[in-house]
């Protein structure tokens, strides 16, 4: 999806130093690759979650958290959660989280903010693109900082559901920043891949849930990973709950227990009061993702009066509640939508500032089965910091194609070599388990892309001898068994009291996914296996899906080979 | 890939008989696929692009034709359509949220209590866009933000599920009336399948058995009227509460108002409840199908009466018929044998009195021939003669007899009669009846 422009600069592959940026409407990232690691470079105040903002102070110009802290003290002059806003007309704008800072303007369909950038006197009028150019700009000074290097090129992620006319402005103003775009990346791609370029990552098939949970807003994507390509599925987003409504819960249980103290000063209602509100809520909740206590603390809150208090994470936990049940429906709702179901999931990464939030991700973990891994900081130790996973991906992807001419991305990033046929059924061959029932076993798994070549390795039956590798369809059905009404296990009930207390679950019902045996696709006789040998089959499926399958005994010389006509 | 994966599970054994030419056999193609879009991203796409591409290079419309083809994952907001905003509705105020219908407000009345969470949050976001007080004084227009106020209301409501709960358990709009006795006439089925329709929102229990129609079985109708009369809502009537004063010191109102409250949640519950099973009392009354049902019970259960009754008469007469059968059979058996015995003693005494006129025949021709002597015939000659006679008449049967008889009778001439007296005998003898040289006098 390279957009046209993108190459407006004439970068020469050889002068390129490219970076990835991960550009959100609360905080940016940007990344390089050193020796082929991504690396998240940090900023000159040595942040790397850069808060997108940009204000202006008599004359100045400040970024990130110095930008951020300029919300209270000078919130018009102030602008905040803009990237959204690009590409789009003044109509179709939410303006919500722009309250507390300087409003965003009608200039004749454009986005604009008025900001007296040039100290007190007049005012100017910058477009949402020229906003974005001057925060871009100061990115790729930080990287250019930091790497020593000029920083002239990158690969930006940008949501599943960033219109065309968002990506061609988002180009176009990093364009205007002398950065050229490489790419734009679907952001759930860049955090897959930032997982999948581990070293110790294993190409294996494999259902993901990338829930990228930010500050405005939270996107879910179903990914089917096949083979190191990856195809999209399903998305969703929402707007309704993210980080803001965590802050939101905070400052609301803040102003209470401030008002508790202070009847009828309420610092919401003051907007210098409610910046500072907001500010050290959030402080305060990213501290409940690592300790089990926050300090919460403002000098001056309102009308003078300071305040000190403590919440424990249960706390938080109870009051944040509903925030978090909206997560867990919203990810519910999109395996759903991709026609899918919990336990067809075998992975899911958290992505974004907010998926720090231990609760967020112990309740993942309770939605899937033991089976499905929980990529966030508090399940598993291995895994990456969400909030870097995008720029990491972003600066993957840099490296992999900062080689290539403009003119190849381009053309290798075509619709006509992305747009292809996926398999609507597995492929597998018939086993028969120790009690002789037959069984499926996947070969190739559904909804992958083709041209696809997989092969297996199967035990034969004991005694070796000829045997039958017979290719079918297969599917998956969800069966559910309810337990039985367990009588009262009477027999164990002296000795052991200890086990009354788990009932409750035990009366859960049983999910599990099945294979189902569908059409036979072909037949093949590997004759005169040896005793504990093995056969090896191997399906290659062609763009028309025709199919050629080989196999032979593991080791053995010649073998079978068969053709499927196209579909 | 790379990778190979190894399976444990074992193979089948080749089934006996199996054959194909060079042991391969295809049997059908892989099913149809769909066309999707892979990411462009990552080495492994690369290194697909680089075959698939082949120094090829692709147009613009190549590029629109491809993406035409791929199954669209992002859905515009366009889609949906907007209902028209009711100008009074626009006047509203957000702390009169209590009397606001909240799918109204979101421009959602057309689902109500079905709308999806997404669906109410794609509409919170048009409203939003549209209505943000921000906005409309960016573009000159009034600070009145107050219907804002009461989008944000609306969304709070709607997406927290229990507060959902709350106001679709009040929302009359989205009630349907049971149809009176008159409207529900022709339509009744149609009419009474909207009632249970919305009812059945209240449900726990999901999916809810539909109503049916004229041709639902006794089994289907059966279980709707169990499920609705055992029906577990979790209607709930919090949202009517009266507000219940927030502050510390008026403890005892406070607490006077909670009671309240309570009373009235439950009042109104005990009159949901006498509500729902009065519907049902209306419906299953005026429900033909139910009547019918009984008719056909009563119908079946007559049936199997009269049918019963019937049996047991047919089985009484055909009891007696075969009695009557049995005895009238005994009772002409006895005759018959009767008859027949008497028949036998006559044709016995018949035969006797036949083999004795015939045995007088015999004895009558040797006479005739007198004795096949030539003159008068000696005492010896005669017994000799009648001795054979006898002897004969002694090894044949009466039929015999007669037949012999019957040849004898007329003769009047002694040689003829010699000639039918030897030719007997050879017979006999023949027939090992007699012995050569015996009934001599007779040859
Ligand atoms: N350690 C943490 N614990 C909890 N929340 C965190 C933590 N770090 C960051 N956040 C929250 O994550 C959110 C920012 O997420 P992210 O950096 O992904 O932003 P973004 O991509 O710009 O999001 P968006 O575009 O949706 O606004 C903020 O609400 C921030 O408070």
Redesign the interface.
């Known amino acids: 999806?390279a957009e046209k422009g993108g190459n407006k600069l004439g970068v020469s592959p050889d002068e390129r130093c490219a970076i990835g940026i991960s550009f959100g409407n609360s905080y940016s990232s940007i990344a390089s690759t050193i020796d082929d690691s991504p690396v998240v470079i940090a900023n000159e105040d040595g942040d790397r979650q850069i808060p997108t903002i940009l204000s202006y102070i008599d004359g100045e110009e400040y970024t990130g958290n110095q930008a951020k802290a300029m919300l209270i003290r000078n919130p018009s002059n102030t602008v905040v959660s803009f990237k959204d806003f690009l590409g789009q007309d003044?109509?179709?704008?939410?303006?919500?989280h722009?309250?507390a800072a300087a409003?965003?303007?009608?200039v004749s369909g454009t986005v604009s903010f008025k900001i007296q950038d040039k100290g007190e006197k007049e005012a100017s009028t910058l477009s949402v693109s020229e906003v974005s150019t001057r925060y871009i700009r100061r990115l790729v000074q930080s990287a250019t900082d930091y790497l020593g290097k000029k920083v002239t090129s990158a690969v930006i992620a940008v949501p599943?559901?960033f219109s065309k006319k968002q990506r061609e402005a988002l180009v176009k103003a990093a364009n205007d920043a002398d950065l050229e775009v490489l790419?734009l990346?679907?952001e759930p791609?860049?955090s897959v891949?930032a997982y999948?370029?581990r070293p110790e990552a294993?190409?294996e098939?494999k259902i993901i849930v990338v829930a990228e949970l930010g500050g405005t807003r939270s996107d879910v994507a179903v990914v089917a990973s096949r083979?190191?390509?990856?195809?999209?599925?399903?998305?969703?987003h929402?707007?309704?709950f993210a980080g803001v409504h965590l802050d939101k819960v905070l400052m609301d249980h803040f102003a209470q227990e401030f008002m508790k103290k202070n009847p009828n000063v309420d610092p919401r209602e003051n907007a210098r009061s409610l910046a500072k509100l907001k500010a050290e809520s959030e402080a305060a909740k990213k501290s409940l993702s690592i300790g089990t206590n926050a300090n919460f603390s403002v000098e001056s809150l309102a009308e003078g009066i300071d305040f000190q208090m403590t919440i424990n994470r249960l706390r938080y936990e109870t009051i944040a509640r509903?925030v978090f049940?909206?997560f867990n429906?919203l990810v519910e709702?999109v395996i759903k939508k991709a026609g899918l179901d919990v336990l067809d999931i075998d992975e899911v990464i958290l992505s974004g500032g907010t998926s720090h939030t231990p609760r967020i991700a112990s309740n993942f973990r309770s939605l899937f089965p033991d089976t499905t891994t929980i990529q966030a900081p508090s399940t598993n130790p291995n895994a990456i910091n969400p909030s870097e996973l995008q720029p990491r991906?972003a600066a993957?992807?840099a490296s992999?194609?900062q080689e290539y001419e403009t003119e190849d991305i381009e053309?290798?990033?075509?619709?006509?070599?992305?747009?292809?046929?996926?398999?609507?059924?597995a492929?597998g061959?018939?086993?028969?388990?120790d009690d002789g029932t037959?069984?499926f076993?996947r070969i190739i798994a559904p909804?992958t892309?083709?041209p696809?070549?997989?092969?297996?390795?199967?035990?034969?039956?004991?005694d070796g001898?000829?045997?039958?590798?017979?290719i079918v369809?297969g599917g998956t059905h969800i069966k559910v068994t309810k337990p039985e009404p367990k009588a009262k296990d009477n027999s164990a009930k002296d000795e052991d009291d200890s086990d009354f207390d788990d009932s409750e679950e035990e009366e859960e019902e049983h999910r599990e996914k099945v294979w189902k045996i569908g059409?036979?696709?072909?037949?093949?006789?590997?004759?005169g296996v040896k005793e504990g040998g093995?056969?090896?089959v191997t399906i290659n499926?062609a763009n028309d899906?025709s199919?050629t399958?080989t196999t032979r005994e593991v080791g053995g010389k010649g073998g079978?080979?068969?053709?499927?006509?196209?579909? | 890939m790379a990778a190979t994966t190894t399976v444990t599970r074992s193979l089948p054994a080749l089934p006996e008989g199996w054959s194909a030419d060079k042991d391969f056999k295809p049997i059908t193609k892989i099913t149809a696929s769909s066309q999707r879009t892979i990411e462009p991203v990552g080495p492994h796409f690369l290194a697909h692009a680089r075959r698939a591409r082949h120094k090829r290079t692709f147009s613009e419309d190549d590029r629109i034709q491809a993406q035409e083809s791929a199954k669209k994952i992002e859905k515009d907001d366009e889609s949906d359509e907007s209902e028209p905003e009711d100008p009074m509705m626009l006047q509203r105020e957000a702390k009169d949220w209590k009397s606001q219908d909240h799918y109204q407000v979101l421009g959602i009345t057309k689902y109500r209590w079905k709308a999806t969470e997404d669906q109410i949050k794609r509409a919170h976001r048009k409203k939003v866009l549209k209505h943000h007080p921000d906005k409309k004084a960016a573009q000159g227009s009034s600070e009145d933000d107050s219907f804002f106020k009461c989008i944000q209301k609306a969304t709070e409501v709607l997406l927290d599920p229990v507060k959902r709960r709350q106001f679709d358990s009040i929302d009359e709009k989205a009630d349907v009336e049971p149809p009176s006795k008159k409207e529900s006439g022709k339509n009744f089925y149609k009419l009474w399948s909207r009632v249970f329709k919305a009812e059945s929102r209240f449900s726990k229990q999901q999916p809810v058995p539909m109503f049916g129609d004229a041709n639902s079985t006794k089994e289907e109708v059966d279980n709707f009227y169990n499920f609705w009369y055992n029906f577990d809502s979790w209607r709930t009537f919090e949202y009517l509460d009266e507000d219940v004063p927030d502050d510390n010191e008026n403890r005892g109102q406070k607490r006077h108002m909670e009671r309240k409250n309570a009373n009235a949640r439950s009042k109104k519950k005990a009159e949901d409840n006498a509500r729902l099973r009065k519907m049902l009392d209306d419906c299953s009354a005026a429900d033909e199908r139910i009547k019918r049902f009984r008719q056909e019970a009563n119908a079946a259960k007559n049936k199997k009466k009269n049918d019963k009754e019937a049996a047991e008469k047919k089985a009484k007469e055909d009891a007696r018929l075969k009695k009557e059968a049995e005895e009238k059979a005994a009772k002409e058996a006895e005759e018959k044998a009767k008859v027949d015995r008497e028949a036998n003693k006559k044709a016995k005494e018949a035969a006797k009195t036949a083999v004795k006129k015939n045995k007088r025949i015999l004895k009558g021709s040797v006479k005739d021939a007198n004795y096949f002597a030539s003159g008068d015939a000696t005492a010896a000659q005669v017994d000799a003669v009648l001795n054979d006679v006898d002897l004969i008449q002694g090894k044949i049967d009466p039929d015999e007899i007669a037949a012999l008889a019957g040849k004898l009778n007329g003769l009047k001439v002694a040689d003829e009669i010699k000639g039918v007296w030897s030719g007997e005998v050879k017979r006999l003898v023949g027939a090992g009846k007699l012995k050569d040289g015996e009934a001599k006098s007779l040859v």
């Open positions: 999806m003044f109509k179709s704008i939410d303006p919500t722009c309250h409003h965003p303007e009608d599943t559901n790419q990346i679907n791609i860049a891949l999948d370029a294993k190409l098939d083979g190191g390509l990856y195809t999209i599925l399903a998305t969703a929402d707007y309704e509903k049940d909206g429906r709702g991906g993957l992807q992999l194609i053309q290798s990033t075509h619709a006509a070599l992305t747009t292809v046929k996926h398999i609507t059924n492929i061959v018939i086993c028969v388990s037959e069984t076993t909804e892309a083709v696809a070549r997989r092969t297996v390795h199967v035990a034969a039956p004991k001898g000829d045997v039958l590798v017979k369809e059409t036979t696709l072909a037949e093949a006789a590997v004759k093995k056969v090896e499926v899906l199919a399958i079978v080979r068969g053709n499927l006509k196209p579909a």
